[in-house]
């Protein structure tokens, strides 16, 4: 099976599949993992089209690239593999804070390659900025990968229209990662036209909303003991706020059951059609979400449906912020 492909970028074009696949929770965060459910799941996402595998050193710490290179490795030419530096953690999980030192920058990707099994990344994220280090500093230490080799694409996570445009100087920025779905809009502001305007892709993560999009969570006391969702990290799935946020999941339920799609099928819907410098990569560690989320492609949404969910889910309708401590984001 073949999906439909985007482009990222226009400087240094990237080709990716329209969707992509989050692989962070097959390792941490959103309570029990298992390595061979998430090994199935990405050969399967393989054999589906959804080749965009999106992964990071510090989801783990390190296990998570582990994985995503024991589930390519005898399929690396079918994959386009994103990971990202920038967020140090130790092994045992320690948070050392963002690092974007040239230093750090080398050592990050170096240990990322040996840990994927692979002798280049195809696109290459900061992961959160270092606002202690000049961006021009770090993106020259990646420009340097895309030289030695080691490196394809250049990409940035979280970043301020600033500092991408900063960046872009420095060395053609492929896309951007950040959070965007129906119920995180914040982007529209300023980053998303400044993409525009430069030629620089977007890779939405969470446009599910963490699962809260997906109309499958209906309390919090359903969520894993162990799953971060539960901690005030995430404010929009507690008490009071993630009553409200609820109803307005059913307005999208509502709309979706006319489509006879599911809420997650609409609210991916309402992504891609965001443009088609847009490859959203909604993260999952079952089979089964997997295949419900490449359904979205076939959702047929129109202008109509789009106004019909402005006015559902205004942007500003959601209650509680994205995170709890947004201190690590460049704004």
């Not at 990290?233 to 059951?257: C, H, M, T």
């Not at 965001?274 to 129109?302: F, H, S, W």
Request: hydrophobic share 40%; charged share 25%; aromatic share 6%.
């Amino acid at each position: 099976m073949t999906l439909t492909s985007r482009t990222l970028g226009t400087q240094s074009p990237l080709t990716v599949s329209a969707l992509g696949l989050g692989c962070m929770g097959m390792s941490e965060f959103y309570g029990d993992t298992d390595r061979a459910s998430g090994i199935a799941t990405i050969h399967r996402a393989l054999d589906l089209g959804v080749t965009f595998l999106d992964t990071a050193d510090m989801y783990g710490p390190f296990v998570n690239e582990e994985l995503v290179g024991e589930a390519i490795r005898d399929r690396r030419d079918q994959v386009v593999l994103a990971t990202k530096f920038g967020n140090e953690r130790l092994a045992d999980g320690t948070r050392l804070g963002i690092n974007g030192t040239p230093e750090y920058v080398r050592a990050a990707c170096d240990a990322s390659l040996s840990r994927l099994g692979v002798d280049h990344i195809d696109l290459y994220y900061q992961h959160r900025v270092d606002k202690s280090v000049p961006i021009e500093d770090t993106v020259g230490a990646m420009a340097e990968l895309v030289q030695a080799g080691k490196v394809r694409h250049l990409g940035m996570s979280e970043a301020s229209a600033a500092t991408i445009r900063r960046a872009h100087i420095v060395h053609p920025i492929t896309a951007v990662q950040t959070e965007y779905s129906l119920f995180t809009r914040d982007l529209e502001e300023t980053v998303l036209p400044t993409l525009r305007e430069l030629g620089i892709g977007l890779v939405p993560y969470s446009p599910l909303g963490r699962g809260l999009l997906t109309g499958a969570i209906s309390h919090e006391s359903e969520l894993a003991g162990q799953d971060s969702r539960r901690t005030a990290y995430f404010p929009r799935f507690q008490g009071e706020a993630l009553k409200s946020n609820l109803e307005l999941v059913g307005r999208i339920r509502a709309i979706a059951d006319g489509l006879d799609c599911t809420p997650g099928q609409l609210a991916l819907a309402w992504v891609l059609a965001q443009g088609d410098d847009v490859a959203p990569i909604p993260g999952t560690k079952r089979v089964k979400y997997l295949e419900e989320n490449v359904a979205a492609l076939d959702v047929a949404v129109t202008q109509e449906i789009l106004d019909e969910l402005e006015s559902a889910v205004p942007a500003s309708a959601v209650t509680g912020a994205r995170y709890g401590d947004m201190s690590s984001i460049d704004e």
